[in-house]
Nanobody, 119 residues
Framework: QVQLVESGGGLVQAGGSLRLSCAASGIIFSLNHMGWYRQAPGKQRELVARIFSLGGVNYAESVKARFTISRDSAKNTVFLQMNSLKPEDAAVYYC?????????????WGQGTQVTVSA
């Protein structure tokens, strides 16, 4: 059974920091690309950051230089360090795993963790 369990969300003042974690089980972590997405009320889910199985990363323009994604293969965990948070960063943050294989791909989502940023 695959599980992606996010944690670390909460309420923070603008300018503050949070560190999100996503613990994965039931997948071969090293073969999966991992990503963080977010969805604010009334908006579409959007990519925040992703880290590929070999370590390459990319970020949404809106979070570059403020957020850092990383992964710890020994713990099957992906992290999102969020600094200089802004009210517009408030959303439910979701973790996603993606495994590419011949004929298609397999992806899984976590249940999400709420991030609230007060002005």
């Amino acid at each position: 059974q695959v599980q992606l369990v996010e944690s670390g969300g909460g309420l923070v003042q603008a300018g503050g920091s949070l560190r999100l974690s996503c613990a994965a089980s039931g997948i071969i972590f090293s073969l999966n690309h991992m990503g963080w997405y977010r969805q604010a009320p009334g908006k579409q889910r959007e990519l925040v950051a992703r880290i590929f199985s070999l370590g390459g990363v990319n970020y949404a323009e809106s979070v570059k230089a403020r957020f850092t994604i990383s992964r710890d293969s020994a713990k099957n965990t992906v992290f999102l360090q969020m600094n200089s948070l802004k009210p517009e960063d408030a959303a439910v943050y979701y973790c996603k795993s993606l495994h590419l294989r011949a004929g298609g791909h397999v992806d899984y989502w976590g249940q999400g963790t709420q991030v609230t940023v007060s002005a």
